[in-house]
């Protein structure tokens, strides 16, 4: 079976789900879908496991599965349509009010909680007994540490947060997105490198890969820009914009920078800039394209999740593994908001459930699985040769990843309705408060 006929199939398989889910289950589409696809994949194994199912790698599904081949699929494949669709509708005026908090979170939060999780998973993997070197703990960090945007705009933006907190979580995801992929390809290089890296390249290919991304985004935004603003035809208009994620996307790799954050860069270029120099229709034909582009990509991925589960082998290793990897990136998600908000609560007041929101919205999704599954195999743990680092480091991505969509993200609704509360009874004091204000000046000049 081709990759083509792979995704049609999984493609009709999304679509089914979404139409059942709308008919019954009423459940935010994108939970949906990975939970299906989780539920089909145990009973599989469990009926594997009872000897009713040779579920092998001759499986069907299982090469099915198998022959997208996820971490390109992803990195190669939909991430630019995805990034730069949900960079498209970043408000750049919300962004600069929150440019400090989002550059702080993506920046040092980032590098922070990757360090962090690498040095505590370390030290418990001493105490379990589990072999794992320092700098593989770390890498697993990297690519954990980075709130995931595709699960983010997919299930936490739909909920209409208050302005700030959702300003807050859609940058950092779309930023430290591309900051979490540079740093896990510097310590990548530094772990599988057949020469021994130095500081200065290691600090000149985190700045090529950061900095280039930005600046090469910013020019691809802008010469598109230009390019859609001057042509008369909506059908070719929508035509620029898909060759920016495309083209864009491709000459980002060739020329080694980040292509995630160039992509964010130009698609807040073109949703700023453009859509306010061309006319009502043609933007909002742009806005249906990459709805439509959204909502099929995300279900095709979703869905593609969930069925991994069963190209697993699982070991007891691998358990403990996971049950150590769960708590411990909630616990550094919470450290990581709860001290950035002490820092930024001394400039400005914030809904009293930011932290609380942010530390739970946190989603991981495909991009960490996808960086997991790029870590070459045949590293093996050291008392158990049947077992590679590879492994312990997807199944542990895995198990957050599947816990973040469909635990956090089905729980995370009563928190967006609580905090909208709390907002109205903010905007409300603080009109008030003007009202009083206004009040007293009226009687000081009357007398």
Avoid at 171 to 192: K, M, P, Y
Avoid at 203 to 212: S, V
Wanted: hydrophobic letters at 50%; proline letters at 3%.
């Amino acid at each position: 079976m081709s990759a083509y006929d792979t995704i049609c199939i999984m493609a009709a398989i999304a679509i089914l789900i979404s139409i059942i889910n709308h008919r019954i289950g009423k459940f935010q589409p994108t939970i949906a879908i990975t939970g299906w696809s989780i539920a089909i994949s145990f009973i599989l194994l469990i009926l594997s496991k009872l000897g009713y199912i040779p579920l092998n790698d001759e499986h069907e599904l299982i090469q099915m599965v198998q022959g997208v081949k996820f971490d390109d699929f992803l990195l190669k494949g939909v991430l630019g349509f995805l990034l730069f669709g949900g960079a498209l509708n970043i408000q750049l005026p919300h962004l600069k009010d929150q440019k400090f908090e989002i550059s702080f979170l993506a920046l040092v939060g980032t590098v922070f909680s990757t360090f962090f999780i690498g040095t505590v998973l370390w030290v418990l993997f001493k105490i379990c007994t589990i072999d794992v070197d320092f700098i593989y703990c770390c890498l697993f960090g990297s690519l954990i540490s980075p709130t995931d945007p595709i699960a983010v705009l997919a299930i936490v933006k739909k909920l209409n947060a208050p302005q700030r907190i959702s300003t807050q979580i859609e940058g950092e995801s779309l930023f430290n997105d591309g900051v979490g992929l540079v740093i896990f390809v510097t310590l990548f290089e530094i772990a599988f490198s057949k020469t021994a890296p130095t500081v200065s390249s290691t600090t000149l290919l985190f700045i090529r890969e950061a900095l280039g991304g930005i600046a090469f985004g910013a020019v691809l935004g802008v010469v598109f820009h230009f390019l859609i603003k001057t042509s008369h035809d909506n059908m070719f208009r929508l035509i620029l914009t898909i060759l920016i994620p495309t083209f864009g996307y491709v000459v980002s790799e060739h020329i080694e920078v980040s292509a995630p954050l160039a992509m964010v860069v130009a698609g807040i270029i073109i949703g700023n800039w453009t859509r306010n120099a061309i006319s009502k229709e043609a933007s909002h034909q742009i806005s249906h394209l990459w709805e439509l582009a959204d909502e099929i990509l995300n279900a095709i991925l979703f869905l593609l999740i969930g069925f991994m589960m069963i190209t697993f082998s699982f070991h007891f290793i691998d358990i403990v593994a996971v049950v150590i990897a769960i708590p411990l990136v909630l616990l550094s998600r919470y450290l990581t908001i709860k001290y950035s908000y002490r820092i930024f609560s001394r400039h400005r007041r914030y809904n009293p459930l930011s932290v609380k929101i942010l530390t739970w919205g946190g989603l991981r999704g495909g991009l960490a699985l996808a960086m997991a599954m790029a870590i070459p195999t045949g590293i093996p743990i050291g008392f158990s040769p049947d077992i590679d680092v590879k492994e312990i480091i997807v199944l542990m991505t895995y198990a957050v990843v599947i816990f973040s969509i469909i635990v956090q993200g089905s729980t995370i609704t009563p928190m967006i309705y609580q905090a909208k509360a709390e907002q109205e009874k903010m905007d409300q004091a603080a009109a008030d408060s003007d009202s009083t204000t206004d009040s007293s000046i009226s009687k000081n000049v009357n007398r």
